[in-house]
């Protein structure tokens, strides 16, 4: 027992064992847990490309999870887990492309989408259409957009693009 008065000196927790803890607890289904701790500490975000390595799929798929919250409770912070994620479009594992790729969709900022489309050669067909699949979403997305926009404009409804 420490002598009165004195208070123990809390251990250093290592960056690698916290990576191991958040993955321990998205693999369990604890998303709310990590979402809570990245909301505190977001530079966390920056080791969304490692998850991704993780052989367990519940984690990865707890990445994505992960993503579709942070997309609304705290959208600014996701830049912090681009490069990361970026750098595993390149992984010599295709599932890990593969993931990096979906979660980058997820993101779907111009630079997260501006990664993908060097993808579309990749060896790896399912990577191939993964990519494919966002990138054709997107393309619907705004396809749509352009059709609503042209709408209001034959309706003469001023738009924000009119107001300048």
Known sequence: MPPTGHSPTPQEVSDEDLVTVIADFL????VDNIVAMIRQEPRYLAWAGRLLEDERYAVRIGVSVLFEYLLDLCPEHLPLAL????????HPTEWVRGEAASVL????????????PPLRTDPSPQVVEIVHDILDRLATMEQDLFAFRSELDRRGHVTDRQRG
């Open 27 to 30: 693999a369990l289904g604890h």
């Open 83 to 90: 490069p990361g994620l970026i750098e595993r479009l390149r």
């Open 105 to 116: 969709g997820l993101i779907g900022s111009d630079q997260a989408l501006a990664a993908l």
